[in-house]
């Protein structure tokens, strides 16, 4: 049975205890902001959803490292696409924070986007306002590239697990195991983090939910900023 | 009633990932070996460095040089005194920050040295600083704590 090979569990566990020190520092932002968004409505699945999200793109990317057997390969081809998806957080969360603090512009600006706008306002206005969770799935994947030290790691694991296999395929699979026991002991932090950000007489005190919008802005700027100078 | 009966499961997963988190850190704590173990700080990209533990020398190579993060690197290690019973490894890591697993395992290329590959990837934080922990059989640990390059 592949699970009781070592290697899963040890990354299952890896990803656990990175999960409650790097990710909730990395990926904690992100979290926060959805939560926050959400405001009256539960979090938990889209949350969950989130999660699952970052988990398939860490499989996929897994799946990639197992088959070719290579991490640095992969890590000159995509560190572009790293640097760009890390500057799309930051500028999300900036709009995040934007919306909730009310006395800026972009709260209405969303409410009342021409059609004109674009893609991307039309895509933040459908994630608000989803009602169904799955929605944030598709935004996990994305966010499933920003660049981090551990899950690095685990990409070299997946990679080694690819060189000992005996074909391609069979590498692929252990890679994309190895990412996914990863990605899924990330999530209770994250989880947790999504379920303490989520108190209600918290998310009504105007007073704090401005100041946690200013927050998301500072910490969207910096997300940018370390993206652009990545 | 049902509020406080739907906020169960919630309160019931908190309590089992605290459960969890106390567990880990019984497990690691106990498992932390009476190992003998020293640490240095030193400049890599300059060449060997080295560190006295129970009684040998220990010294680390890595190249190519300058030491780069997300690069194919090839580290080498060197024991003095008796030969040793089995091939040390290296753990790799940043002081301070959780990164995950990132062993480099040793093949024996010379009476006294061992070589392996590895990589040390690249931290968003910018944080440069690494630290190899090299175990060797029946002797300990010695860490080096160098910078790398980004």
Redesign the interface.
Same mark, same amino acid.
């Given at each position: 049975m592949w699970f009781t090979e070592s290697i899963y569990l040890v990354f299952l566990a890896t990803g656990f205890t990175v999960g409650f020190g790097h990710c909730i520092g990395m990926c904690g932002p992100i979290v926060i902001s959805i939560s926050l968004q959400l405001k009256d409505r539960p979090v938990f699945f889209p949350q969950l959803f989130y999660n699952l999200g970052r988990t398939v793109t860490y499989a996929i990317l897994g799946g990639i490292m197992g088959a070719t057997a290579s991490f640095t390969r992969f890590a000159a081809d995509v560190g572009g696409l790293q640097k760009g998806i890390l500057v799309f957080a930051g500028i999300l969360i900036v709009l995040m924070g934007a919306g909730m603090t009310g006395w800026l512009p972009a709260g209405r600006i969303f409410k009342n986007a021409p059609p004109v706008a674009g893609f991307a306002v039309s895509a933040y206005k459908r994630l608000i306002a989803a009602n169904r969770a799955i929605l944030f799935l598709p935004l996990g994947m994305v966010l499933g590239l920003l660049p981090c030290g551990p899950v690095y790691t685990a990409m070299i694991a997946a990679a080694r697990t690819g060189m000992d296999a005996g074909t391609t395929f069979s590498g692929m699979l252990a890679g994309a195991g190895v990412m996914a026991c990863f990605g899924l002991g990330t999530i209770p932090a994250l989880l947790l983090l999504s379920q303490v950000s989520n108190v209600k007489w918290l998310k009504h005190r105007d007073m704090i939910y401005k100041t946690g919008g200013i927050l998301m802005i500072l910490v969207g700027v910096f997300f940018t900023w370390k993206g652009i100078t990545y | 009633m049902r509020t406080y009966f739907a906020r169960i499961p919630?309160t019931l *997963? %908190?309590c089992i990932?605290m459960m /969890? *988190?106390s567990c /880990?850190f019984a497990v690691c704590s106990g498992s932390a070996a009476s190992a003998k173990k020293a640490q240095t700080e030193c400049n890599i990209h300059e060449g060997a460095c080295s560190l006295q533990l129970t009684g040998r020398t220990v010294a680390l190579e890595i190249s190519p040089r300058p030491v780069r993060a997300?690069?194919?690197l090839t580290f080498r290690v060197t024991v003095s005194g008796p030969p040793l019973s089995g091939t040390p490894h290296i753990d790799l890591g940043?002081p301070g %920050?959780?990164?995950?697993?990132?062993r480099v395992n040793m093949e024996k290329t010379g009476e006294n040295t061992y070589t392996g590959n590895? !990589?040390i !990837?690249?931290?968003?934080?910018?944080k440069t600083t690494w630290r190899a922990a090299v175990t060797v059989p029946e002797t300990g640990t010695a860490a080096f704590v160098f910078d790398v390059v980004y």
């Open positions: - | 919630q *997963i %908190m990932m /969890l *988190i /880990l997300m690069a194919d940043m %920050m959780e990164m995950g697993p990132n590895g !990589v !990837v690249r931290c968003p934080s910018g």
